[in-house]
Each structure stands twice: as C-alpha cells, then as structure tokens.
C-alpha cells in the first residue's frame, strides 16, 4: 500500500437530507482508497481536521494534521482493514493553533462499483469530549481506589447480582496474589461453598435496605486465622433504589487478644481485691483482740495504781491508752478505705443540702463554729452512702484542722452538666499547694499525730471513693488566700437530678441548727 496521500472534494452518493443529518451531528465522511492512496472527504470531515474549504488538498497537509505519535498506529490500521474488512482506529489531530483534538474512525472496506480496487468508506467524529471524561473518570477511579487502599481492611463492593466489582489492595495480602482475578466475578466463584451459605442470607438482607454487622474467623491464603468485624451497607442509586453492598470488613485480631487479656487482668484484679478485703477483715478482726486485751491492761493497772504517786505512771499510761485508741481508729479506716465505693447502694432522692446539714451536726463541732449549706446544692438521685461519706470527711476535716473555734465552713455545688461539682470551703489556715499530692495519700498528715489525733486516712478514703464514682477531687486556697476549698465531681445517674442546681451562691442564713439527724 502506497503511504502517499492525494485529497479531494468528497463526492459520495449520498442524498442531500442524509448528508445534512449527518453534518448536524459533527459525522464526517471519508472515502480512502488503499491502492492509490486517495483520501476523499466532505465539508465536515474538512472542518474535523481543520482544513480550510479552499485550502489545496495534499498529503503533506494530511501528514501535518495527525499526531505524529498516532501515524504508524493510522497506517497499520487502514492496512488491516484489506484483511479484515473493517477500519477502526482513534487518534488525534492537532489544530493551527496547537490544540489537540481526538478523532474517532470507522469504516468498512467495499468494491468499487464492481471493479477490482476496494475502498474504505466511513465516518469519523470528534471524541475529545469523551476522551476527557474518561479521563477524569479513571483519575476519579484512581482516588477511589487510593481511599479505599487507605481503609484498614478489606473494602469491597458487590451489585446486585453478587458480582465483585471492585476490591482494596489490602485483598492482595489476603490471597498471596493479584485481586484483579476475582473482579468481575460472581461472588460465588470467589468464596467456598460454605461461607456463601453463611453470607447469603445477609447478603440478601443488605440488599432489601437492612445495614449488616457481625464478626467472624477467617483464613488467610498463609493459613493465618484472622477475626473480622464485618458490615454491610446497602448502596442506593438517585431514586433511593439499593443497587449494591459496600462490604467492609476490620480486622480486629489485635483488639480481641487486646480485650481477652483485659478481661483476664480484670478478673485477676478483681480476684485480688477480693482477697485484700478479705485480708483486711481477717487482720483487723485479729488485730482488736489483743488491742481490746491490751484497753483492759490498762483499765486494771489503772485500778491497782489508783492510790500511787509517784514517778510518771499515770502519764505513761494515758499514752498507752492513746495509742491504742489510734490503732483502733486506723484498723477501722483501713477496713473502710478497703471497702470504699465498694457497696454503693440502691439509688435514692437525696437532699444534699440537707445532707450537709445533718452531717456538720453529727459531727458535733464547737459550739461557735458556724456552717453555711448553700442554696446551690441540689435535690437529686444518687448512691447516698459513697457521697455522704465522701461530704462527712471533708466537713470533718474542716472542723477538726481549724485553728480556731470560731471557725466557718461552706458547702455549695455547681451544675456542670454531665457531672456535678461540690465544694467544702473552710477559713481555716489553708493547706501550702506542694502538698497538692500528698494529703490524698495514705498514713500522711500535716501536723504530729500527738498534736492531731488522726490515721492519716480520711482524704485517702474519700480520694478513692470519688475516683470510684468516676468523679476527681483537688483543692486550692480560699477566698483571698484564706482557708482550704475543696472539689470533687460526682457523675449523674441517668435521671439525676430532681430539682434544679442554682449558679453558685452563698447562703448567709441558714436557718438554726437541726435538732435530729437523717437517717
């Protein structure tokens, strides 16, 4: 075949309505003769290659249109088409101003009105269009691809009629080889038997609109057995019409190792726990019984000695009897720092206000100390016996530690939303903020235990009951530096609170003093 190229009017016999349908709808028409190269074209054709309507026709104006990267690609197609009978061929061509334009070629071969020499007629039409949106759809496609890539697990999706037409690249480590076997697939080829017995079912509730989630073992192609938190997710086209399932499917081998060795930590602790109350128990009941005998000691060395003078008996054993009182009152704060939070209780109306009141009585404090229960503690739901505790230590610190007797201690709380914020306020003389730490640890005071009688485990006991209830404690100075405040937060039960917490306020007159405890 000659590669020389001669251009004509085209001149096919074509009716006049025909050939204006097609010009309308951008359908070039060509005609190429293989044995003398001739290359015919219409008015549109000539406008699809950019050729001026009197612009004289010549190979080298042919040859300068197409790309030259797309010539062998056009030669080798027209030459095949004297075999097959058929010319089909994409290409582009470039424009006098440089663009470039894809053209899209078809043809069929025939004989020339009954002589030997055969012809390729046909049409040709501008792509560019399409080649771009494809374009964009395979960049689309990419991305897709890249985010799905990027999901750690398997991400897949099947249409509706169990074909897999698309997969994540974590599938490849699955099977030890390329996913791109399965695409395309019915489901069915690409797992066992068994396993489309067990998935069908959902398959078939995902695609009635039903979103699936389940977890289960699963194999891989290494003989690794993985566990899987599976979903399925019904896809809906514009009319709301579910079209597919968007499979994805999270390993979750780590986490359940990660889970089962918490769950034995926790029955471990949860063991031990028991073991240390019962610990305390045993020890504090064994413990009092030489310290009861010990108090008897005492009483009948007192009642022999009752008429003797001299030396420092008497003193000496006054002190023994203090430090027996301290070791019964520690044996008792560590069975309740034992049991603290342990054994809340049944959820019940609880005044707080009048709680506090109750408690700064009961404590029975110097007859000039004075106690504000504000306005701002509320009325709610709540395990009564932690949270009473918890407020009858602080009140009880406040008082005890106060310098003075004319001492003034403020309860209020504020509403914080999820949880509520308590506060006990003292004037007192306030707690250095290096001890920040360490008055919430066990066994420590600020003051000589022979100054101030004390285990040293009242704030130890309420530290832990709070962190317990989910709630934290702290405390900083008071109002112009004066005196210690101290916080704590108490989680809400579901329906917590029965009446409404106020901003915080203070109460100046809180009414006289109670005459009967709560309780």
Request: aromatic letters at 8%; one cysteine or more.
């Amino acid at each position: 075949m000659s590669n020389r190229l001669s251009l004509t009017t085209t001149a096919e016999k074509i009716s006049p309505a025909l050939q204006a349908t097609l010009s309308a709808s951008g359908i070039g028409l060509y005609s190429f003769d293989p044995d003398t190269g001739v290359f015919e074209v219409d008015d549109t054709c000539r406008k699809l290659f950019d050729l001026e309507p009197d612009t004289s026709l010549s190979p080298q104006e042919m040859l300068s249109r197409i790309h030259p990267d797309d010539l062998p690609r056009y030669w080798s197609a027209a030459a095949d088409s004297t075999r097959t009978g058929t010319f089909n061929c994409d290409y582009r061509v470039i424009y006098r101003d440089g663009s470039v334009h894809f053209i899209s070629g078809r043809g069929n071969v025939h004989d020339a009105d009954g002589q030997q020499s055969r012809r390729i007629l046909g049409a040709c039409i501008d792509v560019t269009t399409r080649h771009a949106l494809e374009a964009e759809l395979q960049a689309t496609q990419a991305r897709m691809q890249h985010l799905a890539d990027g999901v750690p697990g398997l991400f897949a999706y099947l249409d509706g009629n169990y074909v897999v037409r698309f997969m994540s690249s974590e599938y490849d480590r699955w099977y030890g080889y390329s996913r791109s076997r399965h695409l395309n697939a019915p489901i069915t080829e690409v797992i066992d038997p068994e396993s489309w017995k067990k998935r069908q079912p959902l398959y078939d509730r995902c695609l009635a609109g039903e979103v699936i989630r389940y977890e289960e073992a699963r194999t891989m192609a290494s003989g690794e057995q993985r566990f899987y938190a599976v979903t399925y997710r019904p896809d809906r086209d514009a009319t709301g019409k579910v079209v597919g399932i968007l499979s994805l499917a999270m390993d979750i081998t780590e986490r359940r190792a990660f889970q089962r060795a918490l769950e034995g930590k926790s029955e471990e602790l949860e063991r031990s726990n028991r073991d240390l109350e019962q610990f305390a128990y045993v020890a504090s009941h064994d413990l009092k019984a030489p310290l009861r005998a010990i108090d008897i000691l005492v009483d009948w060395l007192r009642e022999d000695l009752h008429d003797f003078e001299g030396g420092e008996v008497r003193q000496n054993l006054d002190l023994l009897r203090q430090r027996t009182t301290r070791l019964h009152r520690l044996l008792d704060d560590l069975m309740a720092y034992s049991r603290a939070g342990k054994k809340p209780g049944d959820a019940v109306e609880v005044d707080t206000r009048l709680l506090a009141a109750d408690l700064f009585t009961l404590l029975a404090p110097p007859a000039s100390m004075r106690m504000e229960a504000s306005t701002s503690l509320p009325v709610l739901r709540a395990h009564q016996a932690p949270l009473e505790q918890v407020l009858r230590n602080l009140i009880n610190n406040a008082i005890k530690h106060h310098p003075t007797k004319d001492g003034r201690v403020r309860v209020y709380a504020q509403d914080m939303g999820e949880e509520l914020l308590f506060a006990v306020e003292d004037d007192g003389a306030g707690i250095p903020q290096e001890y920040a730490e360490k008055v919430f640890q066990m066994f420590q005071t600020l003051q000589p235990r022979d100054d101030m009688e004390g285990s040293g485990m009242g704030l130890a006991i309420v530290k832990r009951i709070v962190e317990g209830q989910g709630g934290r404690i702290w405390f900083h100075g008071g109002p112009g530096g004066c005196g210690t405040v101290f916080k704590f937060t108490w989680k809400k039960l579901p329906g917590a609170l029965a009446g409404t917490c106020s901003e915080e306020q203070t109460d100046d007159h809180p009414g006289k003093d109670r005459t009967y405890l709560a309780g």
